[in-house]
């Protein structure tokens, strides 16, 4: 079978009273290379009826567990949105300015303008150069890809952000050639050793993750589409290593892990930078539509976060990116390129993967609902952050509070309320923490005016917050 059709485009923390100050902690997080599973969305903006970026950000932040985003520019307005969020944000590059980025004083000058005004209240996490520049076939590009990423990461070093911010390129699945079974594959020859190689050997030395996009939903067919859709099915056998594959996401990251391998790079760290399944598409096209787009993209998410990687790559967790964020009215193509949102412009979603927090399911406009609380109680309460309060002073109530030797671990890597990876959300956590443990008295919420008192349970999923009956 020949599920490689083209895209179309598309760390254990122990807690101490003198403890490193939770932000350096926070920044520990968001710069990972993809070690640590974690989804994010594409947020693309092809379209003429998109929110406001705050109200996204907004959204994103109180409504959804998402804790980070890619965007394909670096749009000034999207980026000083997601200020002081901690959403990690990847921007682009994009393709018509890899010739010029060889050129070192525009690098440096295109990190002074687009970066630094930005960094670091706004979590940029890292760079990709250009998008699938391979795939366009367009040899000016190819040529001065690597040289562009190099140039890149040497401004980032002249401006001493080369250890908070990554440089990576995402590729289609074009690339690969002789993919089934996926231990036969292999990089396109010519593309193998005069592109891909030395760039994977940039990737290795800079500590920067090899960016993929696989699309199941461009290489299925009718009789593949339970293979591509984690469903029960025959799977895919490989006779040379044994290897049985019972999905299509598999059996493509394994396809490029092997060509990885066979140039002597599968040490480096590979995520997943575009996957997503359309909710609707041409009259009578199988297998898009809603219910098949959430059972599609649920799975995948079910599949990264489980740590269960792939036949080859055992163990392993992959930073992914759904695409994407929102329905795109103004995208060219067939149906489907304006249909992989999801949520609809008005915030409202086109189905639920279980990534909105539980009150958002059934409110309205889900941006005014600060922590998307699980409902109410008459003889509980609890205390949370104030709307508007000040980041810093956030980040002063967390400090104080897990300064006291307080139980904060669930707010620490691994734990039930680490998401929203935010300073807001784990400042609500500890000062209910300390409200509760003192007594539940008024003036044991005020923090310098940043708390509030409230009858409705700020708890979602597993992160439960303590309250007792007044």
Not at 70 to 84: C, G, M, V
Request: with cysteine; proline share 7%.
């Amino acid at each position: 079978m020949n599920y490689m059709r083209r895209s179309s485009s598309c760390s254990s923390f122990i807690y101490h009273a003198n403890m490193i100050t939770m932000v350096a902690f926070l920044i520990i997080l968001s710069t990972g290379s993809g070690a640590d599973a974690s989804i994010g969305v594409n947020f693309g903006t092809l379209a003429n009826n998109l929110p406001p970026p705050r109200q996204v950000a907004e959204f994103l932040l109180h409504s959804t567990v998402i804790n980070r985003i890619r965007l394909f520019d670096a749009d000034p307005q999207i980026l000083q949105a997601f200020a002081h969020t901690g959403v990690a944000v990847t921007v682009t590059v994009s393709n018509d300015q890899i010739p010029h980025l060889t050129n070192l004083s525009f690098a440096q000058r295109w990190i002074s303008d687009h970066i630094q005004p930005h960094f670091p209240s706004t979590n940029i996490i890292r760079i990709l150069v250009g998008n699938e520049v391979i795939s366009t076939g367009n040899h000016l590009l190819i040529r001065n890809l690597v040289p562009a990423m190099q140039s890149l990461h040497t401004a980032l070093v002249s401006a001493s952000l080369h250890r908070r911010i990554q440089i990576s390129t995402p590729h289609s699945l074009g690339i690969l050639s002789h993919t089934t079974p996926p231990s036969s594959a292999r990089f396109r020859q010519g593309y193998d050793t005069h592109v891909l190689k030395p760039l994977l050997s940039f990737l290795r030395t800079i500590a920067s993750p090899f960016v993929v996009n696989p699309y199941p939903f461009f290489g299925y067919s009718p009789e593949t589409l339970d293979f591509a859709l984690f469903r029960p099915n025959p799977g895919l056998f490989d006779q040379d290593t044994k290897l049985h594959y019972t999905n299509m996401f598999d059996a493509q990251l394994d396809s490029v892990y092997s060509a990885m391998e066979r140039l002597g790079f599968s040490d480096v760290a590979i995520v997943v930078g575009e996957i997503g399944w359309p909710s609707k598409g041409d009259r009578d096209q199988i297998g898009v539509d809603v219910a098949t787009a959430a059972e599609f993209n649920r799975k995948v998410m079910d599949r990264v976060n489980s740590g269960t990687g792939t036949p080859l790559m055992p163990n392993r967790t992959f930073e992914t990116y759904i695409f994407a964020l929102f329905n795109e009215n103004l995208k060219p193509g067939p149906i489907s390129e304006r249909n992989f949102g999801l949520f609809r412009s008005d915030l409202t979603p086109v189905y639920d993967i279980g990534i909105l927090r539980p009150t958002a399911r059934t409110s309205d406009p889900p941006e005014n609902n600060r922590r998307s609380p699980v409902g109410g109680s008459s003889g509980k309460r609890w205390c949370v952050t104030k709307s508007g309060a000040e980041t810093e002073a956030l980040q002063r109530n967390i400090d104080y509070v897990c300064g006291l030797g307080l139980d904060c671990e669930p707010i620490i890597e691994g734990g039930p309320c680490i998401l929203p990876n935010t300073v807001e959300a784990h400042s609500a956590y500890a000062m209910n923490l300390f409200y509760q443990t003192m007594g539940r008295h008024e003036f044991d919420c005020d923090f310098d005016k940043t708390g509030e008192i409230t009858s409705i349970d700020p708890s979602y999923g597993d992160c439960q917050y303590q309250a007792e009956f007044v």
